[in-house]
């Protein structure tokens, strides 16, 4: 009841327009463990440039690796839309 009133609000549920095009929460769930593993090789890579600071290399990570929870969070609205 309370999503039809929050559909009806909203007017377009980009969750639900996903899901009709196909894309599944297990998708997005390999998406967020895929960042994670993505992250540590960007900072790493990033790490071993010599032109590159610390902090730089940090930030490369910090940057990636706030992918992984936007993809467990779509995943787990996919999961509800199943």
Do not use: C
Not at 11 to 20: E, L, Q, S, T, Y
Not at 41 to 61: E, P, T
């Amino acid at each position: 009841m309370a999503k039809a009133k929050i559909e009806q609000a909203a007017g377009f549920n980009p969750i639900g327009v996903a899901h009709d095009l196909g894309l599944r929460s297990n998708h997005a769930y390999v998406a967020g463990f895929a960042s994670v593993g993505i992250s540590l090789a960007a900072w790493l890579v990033s790490r071993g440039k010599a032109d590159d600071s610390k902090a730089q290399s940090d930030r490369w990570g910090i940057f990636i690796g706030h992918w992984a929870p936007t993809f467990f969070a779509i995943g787990l609205a996919l999961k509800h839309e199943e």
